[in-house]
């Protein structure tokens, strides 16, 4: 699916939000949100700046293009996430009102990608842990858009040895598309499974025969990040 095919939905969704006065149009910019607000304030460890609210109750300086804001609700949002386990979030105190269309007119992730995963009937989302503070913000979403609120599972982000999370930005090697039962096994340790050295050389099918029977989410409970070996330390080739 094709955000850039979605945006008639996001727009939707966008009035919606506008006509049930759960939105607003901000003409704030980010240099004036960094000038008022010190670098310390941030929601978990993302670069975000926390809204003020200055255009809650109209544009400041309405002869400028606007964005649009949610009214965050007062109060702490919990999400159940089920391998992070409970947590809540005041995101009215740590991020503020905020954006789901953008000055420039393009919808913001947190909107668009829970119109898509309502529009895909998603009931479930597994992804990495450097998510997990989207998770609030799209549960307000969700209530606030009148749609089902999808069950969540953060599996841990794979780093380096010092703890640098494996990308191709930060120059990591891709997996070996060559030999997909080593890097399954991989993934498979990596994500605290615990596979028997042996099925290092089995055919694939009899590998996930074993993950399959064997896989025991309880050992990442609480998981946010683990280091996988980089490398054929292991000797196979």
């Not at 450097?130 to 913000?137: G, K, N, Q, T, W």
């Amino acid at each position: 699916m094709r955000q850039s095919s979605r945006r008639d939905a996001y727009e939707a969704a966008t009035q919606h939000l506008l006509n049930n006065n759960a939105a607003f149009h901000c003409s704030c910019t980010r240099s004036e949100l960094q000038a008022a607000q010190s670098s310390e304030v941030r929601l978990f460890d993302t670069d975000e700046l926390r809204y003020p609210g200055w255009c809650r109750l109209g544009p400041r300086a309405p002869e400028r293009k606007t964005a649009v804001r949610l009214f965050v609700p007062r109060g702490e949002t919990a999400v159940t996430d089920l391998l992070q386990g409970r947590f809540t979030v005041d995101v009215s105190a740590e991020v503020g009102d905020f954006v789901v269309r953008r000055r420039d007119g393009l919808h913001a992730y947190q909107l668009a990608v829970v119109i898509d995963d309502a529009f895909q009937g998603i009931t479930a989302v597994v992804r990495g842990a450097d998510l997990l503070h989207s998770s609030p913000r799209q549960v307000i979403l969700h209530r606030m858009l009148n749609l089902a609120v999808p069950d969540y599972a953060h599996l841990p982000v794979v780093t380096d040895v010092n703890g640098i999370k494996l990308s191709k930005s930060a120059g990591a090697a891709a997996i070996d598309i060559a030999r997909p039962t080593y890097e399954v096994w991989r993934a498979l340790e990596f994500l605290q499974q615990t596979p028997p050295p042996e099925l290092r050389r089995a055919g694939l099918a009899t590998l996930w025969e074993w993950a399959i029977k064997h896989w025991q989410p309880k050992r990442l409970n609480g998981l946010r990040q683990a280091t996988i070996r980089v490398g054929r330390e292991d000797g196979l080739t």
